[in-house]
């Protein structure tokens, strides 16, 4: 058995004209994903989220470990 933990991840720039990631927003996501790798999990899957009408840019992630 496995316990699951999804999280929304804030990616670092604005997105006013574009809806693509970065660098800066990639270095943000590997940072979460090597602490929560300390802590025992293991990324399940991710989506990055982003809208022209959104002012920020956002990831979503499930991680998962044993019970």
Do not use: Q
């Not at 720039?13 to 990639?26: E, F, G, R, V």
């Amino acid at each position: 058995m496995f316990e699951y933990r999804s999280e929304i991840v804030k990616a670092a720039s604005l997105k006013l004209l574009s809806t693509k990631a970065n660098a800066n927003d990639l270095e943000i996501l590997d940072a979460v994903i090597s602490e929560r790798a300390e802590e025992g999990w293991e990324l399940v899957t991710y989506i990055y989220s982003s809208s022209p009408l959104e002012a920020g840019a956002k990831f979503i992630a499930t991680f998962k470990r044993p019970k």
